[in-house]
């Protein structure tokens, strides 16, 4: 009965590839978000969706486009990977202000 | 901009208590929260405090909030093996972002 689960868990591919991560989440929350968190485990939002639009980008390059076909779903797209993004990327739900609730996160390894 | 400062690590003997510490700049929040990562894992919901409270207790945890020093802080009793792991401070601002601190390493020594 996972909440919040994400795939795939790991992800590793080649500079220059375009890439896609899924998202889904079973709590009946409005809000989802992706967020990234580099190799010193910082935590940083990229977006946050509420009812399928998009609420906050955060200075996110375009080459990132989330895409949320409906409340339970925020999939992320990548182009033109970038050796910049390896990165544990995340999603998240929650009740508008309320508690997250994270998945297990990707890995994205570029090569 | 938002800001949400942690010390980066933090290591105490089994059996010690350990506090980690939280400070922040945007004061609008009306509940604040902890999170706990161990290693390879997602981050888990730890315990949070409603904005109008000064202390929460949950069994081992303590949370301890000062509003006009805008400094939050997490303490655990009895400190196991098993609470080795990064701990976050979040913050929210405004009803769709969150800022999360830097993460405390909390490295418990047996």
């Known amino acids: 009965d996972t909440a919040v689960s994400q795939t795939p868990k790991y992800l590793v591919t080649q500079m220059g590839n375009d890439k896609s991560i899924k998202c889904e989440q079973n709590?009946?929350?409005?809000?989802m978000y992706w967020y990234k968190q580099d190799s010193k485990k910082f935590l940083k939002i990229m977006f946050s969706y509420n009812n399928k639009e998009l609420i906050i980008n955060e200075t996110v390059p375009n080459r990132f486009s989330p895409k949320s076909p409906d409340k339970a779903h925020l999939n992320l797209h990548i182009n033109s990977l970038e050796l910049g993004d390896s990165a544990v990327y995340f999603c998240a739900s929650s009740l508008p202000g309320g508690p997250q609730h994270f998945g297990d996160g990707t890995r994205l390894s570029i090569l | 901009g938002e800001d949400v400062e942690q010390s980066l690590f933090l290591s105490v003997r089994e059996g010690d208590s350990s506090v980690i510490n939280c400070t922040y700049t945007d004061s609008s929040s009306t509940y604040l929260y902890w999170y706990k990562q161990e290693p390879g894992a997602g981050l888990q919901l730890l315990t949070y405090i409603f904005s109008n409270m000064d202390m929460k207790q949950d069994q081992r945890l303590t949370v301890l909030l000062n509003k006009k020093d805008k400094h939050l802080s997490l303490r655990i009793a009895d400190t196991q093996t098993g609470d080795s792991a990064i701990y976050f401070c979040a913050v929210p601002s405004g009803t769709y972002k969150y800022i999360f601190g830097t993460g405390t390493r909390l490295k418990v020594l047996a």
């Open positions: 709590l009946g929350h409005d809000t």
